[in-house]
């Protein structure tokens, strides 16, 4: 609805306009030319009732067509979609987009443009930036140079078929017009055909014009089985009449409930995929489509493609297709995920709740620690210097980079949407310069585990997905999972391949194998390769190769895994890794481990979205396992050479590196070294926990904290404690196995005697005296992330991934 026209680029709405009271609302602008106007831009707005700001965030953007048309323009990652306009010709979705589209020109032919003709049609509407500009016959055009209106600068050039008083959707490409007659000075990018991915479309049914105030259905699903299998379903709309059911943009049926038994004679180009839609009705109106991909088989069997490619809001519910399902919204699967952007523009709210409870420090040379309190918006942009570093995340504990030395001022604002709060600051003078923050190094493509397209993402959990890449070395009927933790309630449990907590019981310990009875907890990938899960505390995974890994729950608390020091142990020559994690709603934390053992490569991704950016990291082993094993052989220092066994690669102190073995003194000529140096000279050293001074008196170092009084005592280790950070690395009060942390992960990266080097990974692994079974795995790791050692997470070294919007953690287990 039209509700005002300004000449500036702010608009202060007036309450009166926001008609249906507090609720949710889409505003839109739309750029005015004389008597034209361009398409709309769009946000949602969530209006509060009392002139409060929104409590929603904001959507991200979307175009719409200012009027009602038969197709809604939407955008692609070339150009938008848009209706053609050409008066009597509307759009027909049967009519198939040119294809192939190309600037096919030369210097005598500087605007030529060219595509695959297609068979049916009887001419072709060119467009550029969406107004149509010629009709050929052919399938190609030489344009002239009066059509770029604005002078020099990039243009969309679009193409429609048309057939009779028809149209189809326009593909088109950017073009760069160099404004003198030359060829475009940017190369083309590949034509895109405009077929809608996340559709909302204007339905054609006779009679019932588009009401945008009626809500369009959410969370369409394919939810049929062998039986159904052309069932769909979505959820309910409040306060409408019923459903119009669309394929591929024709209307095929009106339903009261929200779901449809489809016949398949709907499929009128036999196999292949579709577009089903659904549009919500009420009286002589309807809603936008919200429609999904499918594909038809041609015989009746379940879909092999049915991934939804709408993207609704909430969580779906498993739909038993032999009553009317109910299903909740889900996400749709991205195919890119977003890196976090800093060029978003905010506007201050002095309305919106500052931020409370900045605390900053120096955390080590040229680097600052930045905490700050969660509040009941937990969106915060930071700030370093007026420059924005952070945008849009959870509050958390930071360490950011300084780019002078001297007095540096920390910002914090609350976020909605995209306006934020005033500014909460601290100043903190900081010694020396830190290194710029660059672009973060990615993993490459073909290392990244990539998600199951019938696995649909949703909005109340994450979802676990399994992929075997053993290049046929075991089926999936021969690689096993299983999961056990702490429910909601801290309550043991073990999670079954539907997402559901069972509590921990003896009872379910009905599996024997050589006299001893274990629990029957586990599944195999042809069982299910996927699970959603639901909040676990303190949760392991185990993944196993040919057989399960057998636990045994001892009463409801308790249970015993696998023992790899007792060589008797039911799992002792079992292949299987494991992971740890906790999860509670959409927020993952967790990692892969090498701390114990390698014995197969996995490769791990956790992917996530938002408004701001999103989160898509990979950690892992890079090679095939007998490239690993091989390599480890052939690299490492002979005294780690014995790690090796067929089955494993076993870490230092669980095999000859222990008490009273060939190794089990490997580190103490460099603690004596480490112990002679700090006896003459203070060691000084930044962290989190913060600055520190230290000396060594005896047998101990004495360290005392910038604006503390304490003293805080660390003892002399040998190389077990050093290796395992245990006995002198891990006793004492928090301050105490702060520091104790610190200099654990400095003497198993060989930098002890060097804390200018602590904080840099580059100098890590150089000294002769090292870890370097931990090195090595770092070494041929997915960007050089590993859990070698206890104290990997030291300075960001390890494989942890946390997100608080997780979607999906994927798992390719490899050999």
């Not at 929200?258 to 009286?283: D, I, M, P």
């Not at 493609?305 to 498993?318: D, G, I, R, S, V």
């Not at 700050?372 to 942009?381: K, L, S």
């Not at 170092?701 to 077990?720: A, C, H, I, L, W």
Request: charged share 20%; proline share 5%; net charge negative.
């Amino acid at each position: 609805m039209y509700v005002t026209k300004v000449t500036e680029n702010v608009a202060d709405l007036d309450a009166s306009m926001f008609t249906k009271g507090a609720g949710e609302y889409t505003v839109g602008v739309a750029t005015v030319k004389e008597n034209k106007t361009s398409a709309i831009t769009s946000i949602k707005y969530t209006y509060a009732g009392s002139g409060q700001p929104a409590t929603t965030k904001v959507s991200v953007t979307t175009t719409v067509a200012p009027v009602a048309t038969t197709v809604a323009p939407v955008i692609t990652t070339v150009a938008p979609v848009t209706t053609p306009s050409v008066p009597g010709q509307d759009v027909d979705e049967s009519i198939k987009a040119p294809e192939g589209l190309v600037w096919a020109g030369n210097a005598n032919l500087p605007y030529y443009f060219a595509w695959a003709k297609a068979d049916g049609v009887d001419s072709y509407n060119v467009y550029v930036d969406g107004t149509l500009v010629a009709n050929v016959v052919d399938g190609s055009v030489n344009l002239n140079e009066s059509v770029f209106t604005k002078g020099s600068g990039e243009y969309a050039i679009g193409i429609a078929a048309v057939k009779g008083n028809k149209t189809s959707v326009i593909t088109s490409i950017k073009y760069t017009y160099a404004g003198s007659g030359q060829p475009a000075t940017t190369k083309a990018p590949e034509p895109s055909t405009a077929k809608p991915t996340d559709v909302t479309v204007a339905p054609t049914a006779p009679g019932q014009d588009v009401d945008e105030s009626i809500k369009a259905p959410e969370g369409l699903v394919w939810a049929g089985n062998a039986d159904l299998p052309y069932y769909f379903a979505w959820a309910p709309v409040v306060d409408v009449d019923s459903y119009n059911v669309y394929v591929d943009g024709v209307y095929a049926t009106n339903v009261n409930g929200n779901s449809v038994n489809l016949e398949k004679s709907v499929f009128t180009k036999g196999s292949g995929e579709y577009t089903v839609g659904v549009a919500a009705v009420k009286g002589n109106k309807v809603s936008n489509i919200t429609s999904i991909k499918y594909t038809y088989t041609g015989d009746g069997a379940i879909t092999t493609t049915k991934a939804p490619e709408a993207q609704p809001t909430a969580a779906p519910t498993t739909v038993a297709p032999t009553a009317k399902p109910t299903v909740a919204p889900t996400t749709a699967k991205p195919t890119t995920i977003p890196k976090e952007t800093t060029n978003i523009s905010f506007t201050t709210d002095s309305s919106i709740e500052k931020p409370f409870g900045l605390d900053v420090s120096q955390a080590s040379v040229g680097y600052v620690n930045v905490v700050w309190g969660r509040g009941t918006i937990d969106c915060y942009n930071v700030y370093v210097d007026g420059e924005r570093r952070r945008t849009g995340i959870s509050a958390q504990a930071l360490k950011l980079p300084v780019y002078t030395e001297g007095t540096h001022t920390i910002a914090i604002t609350t976020v909605v949407g995209k306006r934020e709060s005033e500014r909460l600051e601290a100043q903190i003078q900081i010694t020396g310069t830190g290194e710029k923050e660059t672009e973060p190094e990615t993993c490459p493509e073909e290392l990244k585990p990539q998600l199951k397209e019938n696995v649909p993402l949703r909005d109340d959990r994450i979802a676990i997905e399994l992929n075997n890449k053993t290049n046929g070395k075991y089926s999936d009927s021969e690689i096993y999972w299983c999961i056990v933790g702490n429910n909601a309630n801290n309550q043991l449990c073990y999670m079954d391949k539907d997402g559901n907590m069972i509590p921990a019981s003896e009872s379910l310990n009905t599996v024997e194998v050589n006299g001893t009875k274990y629990a029957n907890i586990y599944h195999t990938l042809a069982e299910s390769d996927h699970v959603y899960a639901p909040t676990i505390r303190s949760g392991r995974m185990y993944l196993s190769y040919g057989k399960p890994v057998y636990v045994k729950f001892v009463g409801s608390t308790g249970y015993a895994g696998p023992d790899l020091n007792n060589p008797g142990d039911v799992n002792a020559n079992t292949l299987f890794e494991f992971a740890e994690f906790t999860i509670e709603g959409k927020h993952y934390w967790g990692n892969t481990t090498r701390v114990d053992y390698f014995c197969f490569p996995m490769v791990t991704r956790l992917i996530g979205g938002s408004l701001y950016g999103g989160y898509d990291n990979v950690v892992g082993d890079v090679g095939t396992r007998d490239e690993i094993f091989n390599a480890f052989k052939n690299e490492v220092p002979n005294e780690y050479k014995s790690l090796v066994r067929d089955d494993r690669i076993i870490a230092p102190c669980k095999s000859t590196f222990n008490v009273g073995k060939i190794n089990g003194n490997y580190f103490d000529n460099y603690i004596n070294e480490f112990w002679n140096k700090y006896a003459n000279e203070d060691l000084r050293f930044s962290s989190e926990s913060g600055r520190f001074v230290g000396r060594v008196v005896g047998n101990q170092m004495r360290f005392t904290r910038e604006g503390d009084s304490t003293v805080y005592y660390v003892d002399k280790p040998n190389t077990q404690e050093v290796l395992e950070g245990k006995g002198a690395f891990d006793r004492g009060n928090g301050v105490e196995k702060a520091i104790e942390a610190q200099l654990c992960a400095a003497f198993n990266r060989g930098v002890a005697t060097e804390p200018e080097n602590w904080y840099t990974p580059s100098k890590y692994y150089k000294n002769s005296v090292s870890n370097f079974y931990a090195g090595f795995f770092h070494e041929h790791s997915v960007l050089g992330k590993a859990y070698g050692f206890c104290y990997d997470d030291v300075n960001d070294q390890s494989t942890l991934l946390q997100y608080d919007k997780a979607d999906a953690l994927v798992i390719d287990l490899k050999w």
